[in-house]
Each structure stands twice: as structure tokens, then as C-alpha cells.
């Protein structure tokens, strides 16, 4: 009755591990990130709440990664498929 149901596991687990290599492989030859994957350096961290965080805190931060992503990506986006037009 258990022999079964280890079995079983084992089979599901060994699929797992299976698949899970087969996508790391798969990943090193996927292409570079593009630059909206990686352009904020303001992005906000459940460390940088604190108990005295405000909700206009959170509105400055927020204005400031919008203008940030506005700088950093879509003017970039925007000039490159320009430029490929």
C-alpha cells in the first residue's frame, strides 16, 4: 500500500528535478534582460516601510520611481523604436 504511494513521490519529485534542470539550461541561452527589467534604483523594499512611514511618504516615493521610469525606460523605449522606424 505505501510501497505505492513512494513511488509515486518519487516518480513526481524526479519530474520536478527533471524539469527544474531542463529550465536552467534553458535559461543561459535565453536573451539579455531589457532595460525595463532592471532600470529603477528607487524601487521600494518592505525594509524602507517603518512604523512612522505616512501615506504621503509613500506618494513621494511613488512620484519619484514614475519619474523614474519615464527617464529611464519609456524615453529610452521610445527613442530606440523610433530610431528603428
Known sequence: MFGGIVKTLMLAAL???T?????A?????????????SAL???FMAQDAT???????YLDLE???FDELQDKVYR???RSSSATS
Not at 51 to 57: A, H, V
Request: charged share 20%; proline share 5%; hydrophobic share 50%.
Open 51 to 57: 512604523p512612522n512611514s505616512t501615506l504621503q511618504d
Open 41 to 43: 534604483d528607487s524601487e
Open 25 to 37: 539550461f534553458e535559461s543561459r541561452n535565453m536573451p539579455a534582460l531589457q532595460v525595463w527589467h
Open 15 to 17: 519530474l520536478v528535478l
Open 76 to 78: 529610452r523605449v521610445a
Open 63 to 65: 512620484t519619484r520611481l
Open 19 to 23: 524539469a527544474l534542470l531542463a529550465w
